[in-house]
Structures are given as C-alpha cells and as structure tokens.
C-alpha cells in the first residue's frame, strides 16, 4: 500500500509543480501585457510617435517627390491632436 501512496503523491506533486508554473506565467501576463494601464505606461516611455514617423519616412522614396508624396510628408510630420489613448 505505501508504493501506490508513494506513487500517486508523486504523480500530484509533478502535476502540483506544473500548475504552478503556469499559473505564475498567467499571472504575470495579466498584470503586465493584458493591462492596459501598463501598456500606455509603456508605450508613453517609447515614444510610438517619433519611432512610427521615422519609418513611415524611410518608405517614402527620396527621388523626386510627386504631389501625393509631399502631401503625404507633410502629414506624417504633423502630429494628430485629437487621439487618445
């Protein structure tokens, strides 16, 4: 009797051991990735604004610019007022 009871308290601590794992990974993405006051926290400390236009600008060709592409210069460097977060 003490081999099964050996056994399956093996067999529960490993699974024991296995929840844990995940349930400290799951709380550490809810409270950091899925929260959305961290994200904007986050994404304040980044600067998405500066990083988004310089690539926008590096797709633009440089070559002579038609009409729509300067237009579209001139939007990029202009920042949106009315977003929110």
């Not at 099964?4 to 995940?22: D, M």
């Not at 590096?58 to 929110?84: F, M, N, R, S, V």
Request: overall charge negative; charged content about 15%.
């Amino acid at each position: 009797m003490s081999i099964v009871r050996g056994f399956f308290s093996a067999i529960f601590a490993f699974l024991l051991t296995i929840n844990l794992v995940f349930l400290g990974i799951a709380i550490a993405v809810n409270s950091t990735a899925l929260n959305p006051d961290f994200v904007v926290s986050e994404m304040d400390k980044l600067d998405v604004y500066y990083l988004a236009t310089n690539q926008m600008k590096a797709q633009l060709p440089t070559a002579e610019l038609p009409i729509e592409d300067a237009y579209l210069t001139q939007l990029i460097d202009k920042p949106p007022a009315d977003l929110k977060p």
